[in-house]
Structure formats: C-alpha cells, structure tokens
C-alpha cells in the first residue's frame, strides 16, 4: 500500500478537454475521503516549475463538473524539456511537501512524467485527457465523446445548408493524428466520404464519386486535419476532376474541445479521478488510468503510445459507409 502518500499534486496538460474538471473533482473527492490533501498545479509543467499551486476543494470542485475546458488551466513547456527546468519543478513540488502526482492529458504529457521521473523519484499516475482519442491503453479518452457529439451537431447544421443549394461541404474536424473524429462523426451524420490520415485510399474513391457528380443533391466530406492532403488540396483536386461544382470548407477548430463534457465524459472522469487515487494508495507508478472492454486497467507511460491506425471494424465501416 502506498502509505507515503499525504499530499498529491494534480495538473492538466497540453490540449484541454471536456471532463477535465468532473476527474479534478473526483480526484480531490477521494483523496479527501482518505485523509489526503490535494493542490492543483496551475498552467501543467510550467505552474510546477513556477510553483502556482492552489488547493483542491472538493465542495468548490462540485460545482465544476459541468464545465468544459479545465480550471487548472494548461500549456506547454519549453523549460520542462531541459534538465534545469525539470530539477526546479522537483525543487517545487519539495518545497510545497507534495509526494505524489497525477497528471491529466495525453502521450506527451506522459512522455513528461517518464522523463521526470528519472530525476524525481515520486509516483506519477496519468489521466487520459484529449479529444483525439489516439492513445493505447484505454478503449476511450476524455474528451473524445463531447468532441464527436459537437462535431455532428454542426455537420447536422451544415447539411441543412448544403441541402439548400446542393453543394458539397468539405467539413474538416480535429484529428492531427487520429481519424477517430472523423471517422465516428462522419458515419453518425451519414457523410458521402471521410477522409482520414490512416487510410490511403479513401481520397481516389472520393475523386472516382464526383467526377460525375451533377449537383443535383448535397454531398459531404468529413476531413481529419491530419489528412496527408489537407482540405484545401482536397478542394482543389475535386475542381480539377469536375470543375463545375459548387463547393465550400467548413472548418470546425478550436469549438470541438469546447462546451459541456457528454454525460460519457463526466462519468469517464470520475471513474478515471477515483482510479488514480486508488493507484497511489495501491502504490502503483508511473502508469496511466484506462478502461479496456469497461474494466479499469493500468498501463506503464512507456506503453502509452500514439495509435496510428483506427481498428479494423471501423476500417471496414470506413470503407462500407464512408468512400
């Protein structure tokens, strides 16, 4: 058991998702539950080199769990990749009599932490926390189900549009890496195509469609932004095959890590706040929370690696629905 434990330190890092805040709240629930004290580290790796820590009220944190984006606020750190800035956050978290961290993001904040951990010999324990859902180790990450749900409200709005006039609506959302997005908020809103970074050949079946297309209904394109080919190539390709066709971009950004978490993302948050605590108590470190087939798993930080390929029964609905 980890009976070391008495004041853990807890940050959310690199992108912000929705559900961040219901894990904040169910991570400063349990501890209290247990005796444990908890600050909050503002700003990821750069709060804890600069020593921004706040207490973590559970009675405050209640009020949150509805909120998108995180309370703790994020960012990226620069400093936290050189040794000096990694030995001052140390410095910090010594200085503020904090024993245990648990960290809130994706596989770079965790390739973080296993660096970190080769001068601070404190138990880490990482959250899963981004809308791409791109990581090993779980079946879901928090924010991905908020992401998809926004993603086919504003698809849906977008068909009514191109419904109107006929035309076809390439319509990209986030994915740098991961067709996730794409893929699960394409078929959901019966997209004509989907265009992922894993999939080679979805971009000629798409020319191989409208090459005769004749405007005589609406057609839309889901894009990944990781698509090897980026949405303005893609439009300019289909110009090239059918120069007639009316056709628009929509690119959905920043608002898909906005709004309210999904009822998903607030359960998932506060299975994932629990399971961390549970963790350090267990005496477990340097492991990241999942959920595999809806039981609760942990997988080592040199496991959590980017997924670079969708399974292959979305593969296969990829190719039945989507091209």
Excluded at 3 to 11: M, Q, S
Excluded at 121 to 148: E, M, Q, R
Excluded at 152 to 160: G, L, M, Q, T, V
């Amino acid at each position: 058991m980890g009976k070391n434990i008495n004041h853990i330190g807890v940050f959310t890092s690199g992108g912000d998702s929705p559900g961040m805040n219901a894990a904040l709240y169910a991570i400063a629930k349990a501890a209290e539950i247990n005796g444990i004290q908890v600050s909050g580290i503002q700003k990821g790796y750069e709060g804890m080199i600069d020593g921004n820590f706040i207490p973590m009220e559970p009675q405050q944190l209640q009020k949150t769990v509805h909120r998108g984006g995180t309370i703790l606020k994020t960012s990226r750190s620069a400093r936290f990749l050189t040794i000096e800035g990694r030995l001052m956050a140390m410095e910090m978290l010594q200085k503020n009599s904090i024993d245990s961290l648990i960290a809130i993001g994706g596989d770079g904040t965790f390739r973080g932490l296993l660096a970190f951990s080769e001068l601070c010999k404190l138990p880490f324990i990482g959250i899963p926390g981004t809308i791409d859902n791109d990581l090993a180790g779980t079946d879901y990450t928090l924010g991905f189900d908020s992401a998809v749900n926004t993603a086919i409200h504003d698809i849906d709005k977008i068909r009514d549009t191109a419904e109107s006039h006929n035309r076809i609506f390439l319509i990209e959302v986030m994915g740098r890496d991961s067709g996730y997005i794409a893929i699960n908020s394409g078929l959901g809103t019966g997209a004509d195509a989907i265009l992922v970074p894993e999939s080679g050949k979805d971009f000629i079946r798409l020319l191989n469609k409208l090459r005769n297309y004749d405007s005589e209904e609406a057609f839309i394109v889901v894009v990944s932004e990781g698509d090897e080919l980026g949405t303005e190539l893609v439009a300019a390709k289909i110009k090239e095959v059918n120069p007639q066709v009316d056709l628009r971009i929509t690119k959905l950004g920043h608002v898909q890590r906005g709004g309210n978490p999904s009822a998903s993302d607030r359960m998932l948050g506060i299975r994932l706040g629990v399971a961390s605590v549970k963790a350090l108590l267990n005496g477990k470190r340097n492991v990241m929370v999942g959920i595999l087939n809806n039981e609760l798993v942990l997988t080592p930080f040199g496991q959590v690696i980017k997924r670079h390929q969708v399974n292959q029964e979305l593969q296969k609905l990829l190719k039945m629905f989507g091209s």
